[in-house]
């Protein structure tokens, strides 16, 4: 598993990639693994899935962030 600072830079990298984040906002956890590994960047499912979930809202910020590494930190 990845932890919030690899996740926010992933999010980080694909920010500016619009197109990448619809795709992995449609795609299932799977997809979304080899939809980042072509553009060189290795994730588990357990992490897309929490990146689906911040692109989902269609805004990302460092509030996202905030928000996702204290969800991480609360378990």
Do not use: R
């Not at 500016?16 to 290795?42: R, Y």
């Not at 911040?54 to 928000?67: N, Y």
Request: no cysteine; net charge neutral.
């Amino acid at each position: 598993m990845g932890n919030v600072l690899d996740i926010a830079e992933i999010m980080k990298k694909i920010n500016g990639n619009k197109e990448l984040m619809a795709q992995i906002a449609k795609a299932d956890a799977k997809q979304g693994v080899e939809l980042l590994k072509k553009v060189n960047i290795d994730v588990s499912e357990e992490d897309i899935k929490k990146i689906q979930a911040t692109v989902a809202d269609g805004k990302f910020d460092l509030g996202d962030i905030k928000d996702l590494a204290g969800g991480l930190f609360k378990k």
